[in-house]
């Protein structure tokens, strides 16, 4: 059994006749690191706010299906309860920050939880440190950078010490520093915590690096999914869907196509591999003695 578990999930919003989420069935292993990735609106936010019962509980629509986190029907906690098991992190840092400190900040759900005032201490000084925000204590959190007001989210999140931390597109409204800042954060907190990440993510190159699981949605299905290096050597797949996947991988699909190759397999997903099979592909065609090429 997996820490998530979802099962022939089928959802619509109010008022919509086309179903967002179709047939989903979903198993996510603890400590296991997921990305979701596909095409606008298909279905892959909806598919996060399930987990914790944002959808249907305040997205109202039609839901058929289960979903299980950490042995618990969703559908029978309130977000509130929810929320102590799965961390919800959203694309923009400002919907969610409400207090006029950083401390503050990472207190605020702890102290809606009545939890006793030393833990909560406790609770901030561990996540200030694990995260390198010790200085930013009593900063105000409108006057921090995008990267920091992201980190701050995910702190106050950390907070209720979730098993399962969520992140709809945690980086697309940052620039490249605050984008480093935040990935250093959720590989930190995989790697080093062994804690359980489902993010939405457009970045397939830190994708195919980080991820231990893929999962491709194509209107509201999931279409793929595995290991990085399965999911991208599925070619025909991912150019059918018009998925863009790492740009090694595209250049080494663009050279088999237009040179009519048989090229190495399987395709390079990172960059250390694109060095290993473009020497592959070197030796096998100018040094190699023998051209196999089609025309």
Request: glycine share 6%; net charge negative.
């Amino acid at each position: 059994m997996g820490i998530v578990e979802i099962e022939n999930l089928w959802y619509k919003y109010r008022g919509l006749e086309e179903w967002v989420l179709k047939d989903i069935n979903l198993d996510v292993k603890e400590g296991e690191f997921i990305i979701i990735m596909g095409p606008s609106g298909c279905g892959k936010s909806t598919l996060c706010y399930t987990l914790n019962g944002i959808v249907p509980k305040l997205f109202h629509g039609e839901m058929k299906g289960t979903v299980i986190v950490d042995s618990r029907d969703v559908s029978k906690y309130t977000i509130a309860e929810m929320s102590t098991i799965v961390g919800m992190v959203f694309q923009n840092p400002e919907t969610q920050i409400t207090s006029l400190t950083v401390e503050d900040e990472i207190a605020f759900a702890p102290e809606n939880f009545a939890l006793p005032r030393e833990e909560i201490k406790r609770r901030v000084d561990e996540i200030l440190e694990f995260l390198g925000m010790t200085d930013l204590r009593y900063r105000n959190p409108y006057a921090l950078s995008g990267g920091q007001k992201q980190a701050l989210a995910i702190a106050a999140v950390l907070a209720l010490k979730p098993k399962v931390l969520v992140l709809d597109e945690p980086t697309s409204m940052l620039d490249p520093v605050g984008q480093k800042i935040v990935s250093d954060i959720i590989a930190r907190l995989n790697r080093e915590l062994n804690m359980t990440i489902i993010a939405v993510d457009h970045r397939v190159e830190w994708a195919a690096e980080h991820a231990d699981r893929i999962v491709i949605m194509n209107k509201g299905e999931i279409v793929l999914e595995g290991k990085p290096e399965e999911v991208f050597n599925k070619k025909e797949v991912v150019m059918k869907i018009g998925f863009r996947p790492p740009q090694v991988t595209e250049a080494a699909y663009y050279i088999e196509d237009m040179c009519r190759l048989n090229a190495p397999k399987p395709y390079p997903v990172t960059l250390t591999e694109a060095e290993k099979w473009y020497r592959q592909l070197i030796n096998k065609y100018k040094w190699g003695g023998k051209d196999e090429r089609e025309g």
